[in-house]
């Protein structure tokens, strides 16, 4: 009644192997993989229907298949009898030891006399690595744990079946898949820290699935691109109102980053990318001429207020000079009772004159 669900082609194989029907069995498996079914179980039976028959170099072939989906063949080789003898098989270790990774103790070592040489001493720390960068030096783990790799792409699993789940329902949460959709990009960042063969290949497939849904999230990740830099800039300008140049600086690259990632998403909005930059850069250059102004030796001596309708004078270094006068490279656009705000290249700097 339903012949495209493959759950009941997997549960009519699992029946047929029961009954001792294999041929039927093996055929039902395939149309298991047809149906985009389990990988993993299916490949495993078919690598035990291949041993049952001698068939040693398909049986083989089936079980790396198995291990490439996730399966960790060491282990799940032990519950099928056909297979269970494979552990002690030298060909079958070098093939898990290609595919996957595992500790002594997991192969069958039931030899009273056999010692594990190594075992951790208690001073045993994680491996660290050190990197340079831009001078500094900064410490790196350089891989997780077999644990946390498990844990890390079970979690990248839930968060792409959440982006399905919202981007079919009636009213997508937009919030919701952009998280989503950032802490896998955040996880494929760190896939260098994966060393797990089979957890390596799991994330590699996360990976791809991610790009193919790149393409329903444009609109998605474009708009949180304009909010992301929206908010740097204003960031940005609050750092410039504070005078924190160097902020403004490491602000300014950071809306580069979101521009030129808007940018790569669709090249289409490369002029709104421009833009932003733009504006980015606008403030960037004011920082540097107000940073390069402070670093000049002007100092105000005093102010003298002028009585309504005449001059006010301000003395710089020494010299007397009243509104729209010039220095040695600047002007005086305007003179407050305690303030002088001065013209620098184009930008207008104010200046607090302190009395005491």
Avoid: C
């Amino acid at each position: 009644m339903q012949p495209y669900v493959s759950g009941y082609h997997l549960a009519l194989a699992l029946v047929l192997r029961k009954e001792g029907r294999a041929e039927e069995e093996f055929r039902k498996l395939k149309d298991v993989l047809d149906l985009n079914g389990p990988e993993q179980i299916v490949h495993l039976l078919m690598a035990e229907f291949h041993m049952q028959r001698g068939q040693r170099a398909e049986a083989f072939a089936s079980l790396r298949k198995a291990a490439e989906s996730g399966m960790k063949i060491s282990d799940a080789v032990a519950k099928l009898p056909a297979l269970e003898n494979l552990r002690n098989d030298t060909e079958f270790v070098k093939l898990t030891l290609e595919l996957e990774s595992f500790t002594l103790r997991s192969l069958d070592m039931t030899s009273a006399k056999f010692h594990d040489p190594f075992v951790p001493s208690a001073k045993w720390k994680p491996v660290k690595e050190q990197h340079k960068l831009r001078g500094k030096e900064t410490v790196e783990e350089i891989a997780y744990t077999q644990q946390q790799q498990a844990q890390l792409l079970l979690d990248a699993k839930g968060s792409l079946e959440a982006i399905s789940a919202h981007l079919n329902s009636a009213q997508p949460d937009e919030k919701k898949i952009m998280e989503h959709y950032k802490s896998l990009e955040q996880l494929i960042g760190q896939k260098r820290l994966f060393t797990v063969p089979r957890f390596q290949r799991e994330l590699a497939l996360i990976e791809q699935k991610l790009e193919d849904v790149k393409t329903e999230l444009e609109e998605m990740r474009l708009k949180d691109f304009h909010e992301q830099a929206r908010l740097t800039l204003a960031e940005i300008k609050e750092a410039f109102n504070d005078n924190d140049y160097t902020a403004v600086e490491d602000l300014s690259k950071l809306v580069k980053g979101i521009a030129d990632s808007m940018t790569a998403a669709n090249a289409r909005f490369k002029t709104i990318a421009d833009q932003i930059i733009a504006i980015a850069a606008n403030w960037q250059t004011r920082a540097q001429i107000r940073r390069e102004f402070s670093k000049k030796d002007v100092r105000i001596h005093g102010i003298v207020m002028g009585a309504p309708g005449t001059s006010s004078y301000v003395i710089i270094n020494n010299k007397l000079l009243r509104e729209g006068d010039r220095g040695t490279d600047f002007a005086i656009d305007k003179i407050e009772h305690n303030r002088v705000v001065f013209v620098y290249k184009g930008e207008k700097i104010g200046s607090v004159f302190r009395r005491y």
